[in-house]
C-alpha cells in the first residue's frame, strides 16, 4: 500500500504547472516527474509539427512513469491528464488563469499565433478541465486560480494541506 500520494497538475501551458510542481516538489520531497522533461529524455516524441512547433508526443511511450507512479509520492507535471489510469492518481489539480494573463505568457513564450490562438480557445472553453472531469472522479479533481505569485503560494499550501490529510486517513485506515 503507498504511504504518500500520486498528484497530476494540469492546464493550458502557460497557466503555471511548473511553478506549482517545483515549489510543491521541494516543500514535500516527492518525486517530480515532467512529462515534458520525460518525452525529450526517453524519445518518446514521434514527429515535429511545424505549424504548432511542437512535437507529436506517442502517448504509449510516454506512459512510462508507471511504476513510480503507482508507488506514490510523486507530482506529474503535463497539460494533459487522460492518459494516465485512475488507479495511479490521488488528486488532479487543473490550473485556471485569465485569458488575458494567459495570452501575454504566451506571447512573451514566442508561441506562433495558431499555436496561440489552440491553447487560448482551451483555455476559455474549459477543455482540459472538462478532460480531468470525464476522466476521473469528481472527488479528486478540483480548479485552482493561478493569476500571480500569490495564487501559487496559495494553491502549494492547499495542496500540501491535502497530503497531509490523505496520510493521515491512509494511516488511520491502517490501523
Request: glycine share 4%; aromatic share 6%.
Amino acid at each position: 500500500m503507498r504511504t504518500s500520494p500520486t498528484l497530476i497538475v494540469t492546464g493550458t501551458p502557460g497557466v503555471g504547472k511548473t511553478s506549482h510542481c517545483e515549489l510543491l516538489a521541494q516543500a514535500t520531497g516527492f518525486k517530480l516527474l515532467s512529462i515534458n522533461q520525460i518525452v525529450k529524455d526517453r524519445g518518446c516524441q514521434d514527429e515535429w509539427d511545424d505549424e504548432l512547433q511542437s512535437w507529436i508526443v506517442n502517448d504509449d511511450k510516454a506512459n512510462t512513469i508507471e511504476d513510480e507512479a503507482e508507488r506514490g509520492g510523486c507530482i506529474i507535471d503535463w497539460h494533459v491528464c487522460d492518459l494516465f489510469p485512475r488507479s495511479w492518481i490521488d488528486l488532479v489539480v487543473v490550473l485556471r488563469t485569465n485569458s488575458t494573463l494567459l495570452y501575454d505568457r504566451l506571447v512573451a513564450r514566442r508561441y506562433s499565433e495558431k499555436k496561440l490562438q489552440e491553447n487560448l480557445d482551451s483555455e476559455i472553453m474549459e477543455v482540459l478541465l472538462e478532460e480531468a472531469r470525464n476522466s476521473y472522479d469528481a472527488e479528486i479533481v478540483i480548479e485552482l486560480q493561478s493569476d500571480n505569485a500569490e495564487d501559487i503560494e496559495n494553491n502549494v499550501e492547499r495542496m500540501e494541506a491535502w497530503i497531509a490529510h490523505w496520510k493521515a486517513n491512509v494511516s488511520t485506515n491502517d490501523t
